[in-house]
């Protein structure tokens, strides 16, 4: 698309076909900071460019910034988590606040985080830091305790989680001291949390001069497995809580503009905790189940308000009126292989078969034997569904954990 | 834009027609996004696009849908950076192994890729890279290549590999036929059905399908087939109108009305025609079995004209004249017509004459099944006759046609060659493990001395009840095949290869306890190639053996290769007998329980069943040949002469063939051939 001078220049941190797509159909410039590997591809078809190694962290640091800086670029967009505290770098040179970068870092450490937003007075779970295993069996104990188990009553688990991972990546659930054997002692320092039962969702807010232009709430069906947007009726019933939320949220959190995808819980008393928040675009491909509901693109989207540019006319012509102009539910399932060994991939007829079925990005096995599922969020690729009704697209998503997809 | 012959759309449901519909806008979505990507992004979006097209395809009328967009999936980039990009390159017999393929985005670029050239070989489509004639040439020889796909149905064996998938290739074909024409394909499949009929197997009804569609084709006025199709007529008249009182297909109730009126001379002419049209394909038309239900109440020496028996077959008539009658009555009727060759064949081998043969065709008829075997029965053959009676069908079948039984796409090759040698050899005893297996749902044979159940015996090689069987292999081989892999199973830990112990267990004791391989079993290395190929001309070859013709038929394992001579795999044969053929070369003539044995195993090699001197069923190869891919052979160790004196030319012609094809990844380090040169290792 031909390119608008007047409008921003913006960096891409980290490598990501769907968002360079999303730029080049876009009107703002824009260049793509990627390691090495990807030279010779955005070469091949002129993707504008700049070499950079995320893991290398040393004193050279700014020189990236410095460089984007020299090219008149005016704003960095993390597109994943290991990008966003390089993003909080960047644009704190470039939009000369270092209170950015601070921010950026609150982002990429879930117990700041947690400890920031009970600051700003919201509501969390219980939490701490474990360092080693006997943290965790002492946590698990205490956490039990407090709801006055008594010994040999089945414990309440507890949840594990990286500090610095995306979403479920590295996500354990501990229910017994014998499973905390089962850890892997490089994983540790670890979050832990205490469990709360009730509804569990997430929210992809973009957020312009400190206000939200589009708030979209994804309902999770079974946490790992599935995700659909809009959410349900019954849950877009609290939408108005959920705005709430989000406002104190940015308020903590001192947010002026970009991408927040907070992680929450409803319990059964209608009381909303904070889980986590992520300055970067969702997994579980949540950008494309939007697209295919609302239409908008969300990658453009995240530009528009990155770009301190943007005028807040066209913030406003550019996100559609939430859930009145959704066409439809759109949801994803993640499959994972629930048979030790397999042999090939075969989509089950009633799902291929159901008029709510789109499409998969499942591929045969490469191996026959499954590892064992020790995490959550490792799942073999996403089967797509769109449909009218959200209580038949719930129910099918559900449905789906009792289907093999591989045999 | 493109107009549409008889295609599939004419037998749409509305509610099919629906869901097509629903995934052609789906599929027009995903062309959408393709075609609006940049070049970089269009790997992502392909998937999408594939998956899409295949289901559209495996709807009726799906094909037509997808021939319709073919320029704009092309113009969208799905062929691009594939080999497809450049159809002028492609190479018909490449299509044979991607239809086949489990890989499902090969199959459906191959699939989008057909249709996208019949578009441009009708005109629709003006491609910058192939003409019209090219397309349609191209279309004709893959069509020609892939016969199987359009008139056969998926094999299980497909069903297991491809699943739903195998139905792709079925619709694209029969869409193709439509638009293409069948006159340029009928000449191909004639010379192929004649081709699988000189090996006279016992499930005909692959055949009995390709011919009928001959016989559709040549009457539907719409399809002009031109020269072709010319020998087709003996095809079709022996299935639809071998005479002449049932030339015009009349149907059997009013052919049975004809014969009432019938005097014994037209009798006799109707009996004549129908046993020549018999013998010359080896398939029987329905109205066989009304001529000889009605001749039962007249003379055996109609019956035995109407069989076309000889002096054998004819004496073997009149000595057992009941049991003949009550076989007839119980086993022949129109939906079993082969039961009539198998009768035939079985009184002109005379197997009758051995004394338990006829006592056990008594308990046959009488046998009560169980219900299990009642029920598959019916699920393999549908219910048009009782079960009974098709395993009547069944059992005379594989006596009369012993080689003949095949394994279907299953890999009990194993128990396909023991119920062909048992049938061969020793009926009485397949008459028994039949009554076994069909009254009592339980085989139990002795290993070792120790008695193996097959109820007992959890499972076998197959891993799915094989459906596509005649009856007797039916019922019979998820018995022997869980046998067969609970004796494997007993020689676990043994060392050296199972087959030493199971071969001779398993299948009788004519086959020779003395065991030869050449690989060896933990490197997969040949082993002592020149002592055993030196041990299996002593044993075999006539020359070298004191002339002596082989008894028993010997079970023996080859390394089966393809064209390329690649190693495909083990395979379970029988060997038949040794001797020269009509051009005074040695030939070895085997059974192979595979249903099509004239393959091509590369390297020159490629095995004969016909014109040879192979009789019915057999196949044949020179004897070097043979040696070349046997692996495997028994002996009688009481009989173990000297190493035959071959000479060692003849020795490294057979050698050669080895290490150019199976064996090329064998050799040993310590065995290399001088001429092999380093890259041999």
Sequence with gaps: ?407 | MTTYGPTQDANETPAGNDKLVGLLAKLDEATTLLTNSREFAKPAKLPRVFDTARRVLLQEGGAAAIEARAQALEEAGVFVGSDWETPQYLVPSLTTHSLKSTDTNTVVIEVLSELRLLAVAKGDYLHPLISSEQAHHYLTQVLALNLSLLFGTPSEAERESQGRLAQIPRHLFHHLADRIGYEHIIDRLIDEIWRILQQRPILVEPVKQMITQIAICQANPEIDLGVSGQGADRLVSSLFGPTQACREDPGVEVYRERLVSMDSSALQSEATGFARAMHDTGLVSPYHTVLLRHLLDHSDHLLSEALGLSSTGRDCLLCYHELVHALIRAGVHPTTPQAVYGLTLTLERGILYQPPVAPAMWRQLGLSLSEWSKARLNLAFGDSVSPRARLVEGVLCVLGLPLGVGQGNNPTCQSARALSMWAYNDPDYLLQMVAWAARDDDIIMHFEGMPLSSMASLSGVATELPMDLDPVSLIVVPHLDRIYAEMVRRCIGREGDPHRWVNPEFHGWWSGRGFRINVDVATGQLDELDAFLRHFYASYHPYYNGNQPLIHPQPAGIAVTDSAARFIGWHAITILRVSLDPDDVMRVYFFNPNNDSGQDWGDGIQVSTARHGERFGESSLPFEEFASRLYIFHYDPLERGELAEITQQELDRVIGHIHRSWGANRIPPTNLQASMGPEGA
């Excluded at chain 1, 991972?165 to 659930?173: E, P, S």
């Excluded at chain 1, 929210?203 to 939200?212: F, L, P, S």
């Excluded at chain 1, 019933?237 to 995808?261: C, N, S, T």
């Excluded at chain 1, 009218?388 to 997809?405: V, Y």
Aim: aromatic content about 12%; some cysteine.
């Design chain 1, 1 to 407: 698309m031909k390119k608008d001078p007047n409008k921003g220049y913006i960096a891409l941190l980290g490598w990501s076909l769907n968002a360079i797509e999303a730029a080049e159909n876009f009107d703002r410039r824009y260049v793509v900071v990627a390691p090495e590997w990807a030279e010779e591809y955005c070469q091949k078809h002129d993707i504008p460019y700049v070499p950079w190694n995320f893991e290398r962290l040393n004193d050279r640091s700014m020189e990236i910034a410095e460089t984007l800086q020299k090219m008149g670029v005016d704003v960095a967009i993390p597109l994943y988590e290991e990008t966003v505290e390089w993003a909080g770098a960047v644009n704190s040179l470039l939009l000369d606040s270092p209170r950015i970068y601070g921010q950026s870092l609150l982002m990429r450490d879930k117990a700041l985080m947690k400890r920031r937003a009970q600051l700003g007075g919201i509501r969390v779970g219980i939490f701490e830091e474990a360092h080693d295993k006997e943290d965790v069996v002492r946590f698990l104990k205490r956490v039990n305790q407090t709801l006055l188990k008594l010994d040999g009553d089945p414990n309440d688990p507890i949840h594990l989680k990286a500090f610095d991972k995306a979403g479920c990546l590295g996500h354990r659930v501990i229910r017994t001291p014998d499973e905390v054997d089962t850890i892997p002692e490089e994983e540790f320092p670890v979050l832990m949390e205490s469990h709360l039962d009730g509804w569990e969702f997430a929210v992809e807010a973009w957020i312009h001069n400190g206000k939200i232009a589009f708030l979209n709430i994804s309902e999770y069906v079974t946490l790992g497995y599935s995700v659909f947007v809009p959410a349900s009726p019954e849950l877009e019933k609290y939408r108005p809580q959920i705005v709430a939320q989000i406002e104190k949220l940015i308020k903590a959190f001192d947010i002026d503009f970009g991408l927040i995808h907070p992680e929450y819980f409803v319990t059964s008393d209608n009381e909303m905790y904070f889980g986590e928040v992520a300055y970067r675009p969702p997994g579980f491909k949540v950008f494309e189940l939007l697209e295919r509901v609302y239409g908008f693109n969300a990658y453009q989207a995240t530009m528009l308000v990155f770009d301190p540019k943007t005028t807040e006319e066209e913030v406003k012509a550019f996100f559609p009126k939430e859930i009145v102009d959704a066409n439809g539910y759109a949801g994803c399932f993640g499959v994972y292989p629930r048979r030790r060994v397999v042999s090939k991939l075969e989509i089950p007829e009633e799902v291929e078969d159901h008029p709510y079925f789109e499409s998969h990005e499942l591929n045969a096995p490469a191996e026959e034997t499954v590892t064992k599922r020790t995490a959550f969020g490792t799942h073999w690729g996403l089967i797509y569904f769109k449909g009218e009704d959200a209580h038949t697209l719930r129910d099918l998503l559900k449905h789906q954990e009792e289907l093999d997809f591989y045999v």
